[in-house]
Each structure stands twice: as structure tokens, then as C-alpha cells.
């Protein structure tokens, strides 16, 4: 376990209800099986889940419109599936934007690091495409073997 404070690299995701469910077929919802990261959460209980969400509301290097939307857009639509199981999940928010985008990349390369260290597997929800280089980074720096879905 790190002592990362994720606080200085994230915005907690509050999630709204936007939909309804019967009681019934609500508890087989993926959102049952989430914790929302608070401003609060210690780094030592963010390491007890195996797999770890982080949205990147960023879009500077797009060739397109509305990647920085994307994280919450998402969220909205996968929150509603049905979970396969009980799944051990933490939806740590949205990263903050770096002043520049460099700032940014260096942000997701330390935090996608230190999930790593941790050993969580990492969802990561929009964003651009150039973002995946400071995401291999993290995995160059902790010499990890990864796979990657685009």
C-alpha cells in the first residue's frame, strides 16, 4: 500500500440517480457492486478493490468534440447494467485537468502508477486517443506486462 493522495489528482463522481428500477431488479444493478471514491477515502481502503474507474475528462489533443464528456456519459449508461457477480469495484472520479496537457499526462501516469503499485486492474472512461501514452508509462515505470482495449 502507497500513502498517494488521490485528492490532489481527482474530483470525486457524484452519482445521481437518473433512472428507475423495480426494487426487485435493482440490487443485480452494477451499481451495487461500486464504491464512489469521497474527498475522504484513504489510500488504504482504495487499495482493497481489485479494479479501480477513472474517468479523463480531457479533450485539448481531440480532433473531435466531446471526449471530455465522455467519463460522466458513460457512467450514466454502465451504472445501469446488470452485474455478472459481486465485483470488488471503486470509481475513483474524474481526473482534475492539468493546466496543460502535459500537466495532465504526468497526472494520469502517476495515479494509473499507483494502482499499479496497488496492484488494481484500471478502467479508464473517455478522454483523447493520445492519452494512452502516459497510461503505458505508468505500466513502463511499475515493468508491468498490460493489456490494452481501445
Known amino acids: 500500500m502507497t500513502d498517494f493522495n488521490y ?3 481527482l474530483i ?3 452519482f445521481e440517480k437518473e433512472f428507475d428500477t423495480t426494487e426487485k431488479s435493482q440490487k443485480d444493478l452494477l451499481l451495487n457492486s461500486v464504491t464512489f471514491r469521497k474527498a ?3 489510500s488504504k481502503s482504495i487499495c482493497n478493490h481489485d479494479l479501480a474507474i477513472v474517468g479523463i475528462p480531457e479533450n485539448r489533443n481531440s480532433d473531435g468534440n466531446g471526449s471530455d464528456k465522455a ?3 458513460i ?3 454502465l451504472y445501469r447494467l446488470f452485474s455478472p457477480g459481486k465485483l470488488n469495484l471503486i470509481d475513483l472520479g474524474n481526473l ?3 493546466k496543460t496537457v502535459n500537466d495532465t499526462y504526468t497526472a494520469l501516469t502517476e495515479v494509473i502508477y499507483d494502482l499499479l ?3 488494481s486492474a484500471v478502467i ?3 478522454g483523447s486517443k493520445d492519452l494512452i501514452i502516459p497510461v503505458c508509462k505508468s505500466y513502463e515505470k511499475g515493468k508491468k506486462n498490460f493489456s490494452l482495449c481501445v
Open 117 to 119: 503499485l496497488n496492484e
Open 96 to 98: 482534475k485537468k492539468g
Open 40 to 42: 475522504n477515502t484513504s
Open 124 to 126: 479508464i472512461l473517455g
Open 71 to 73: 467519463p460522466d456519459a
Open 12 to 14: 470525486p463522481y457524484k
Open 75 to 77: 457512467r450514466s449508461k
Open 7 to 9: 485528492n490532489d489528482y
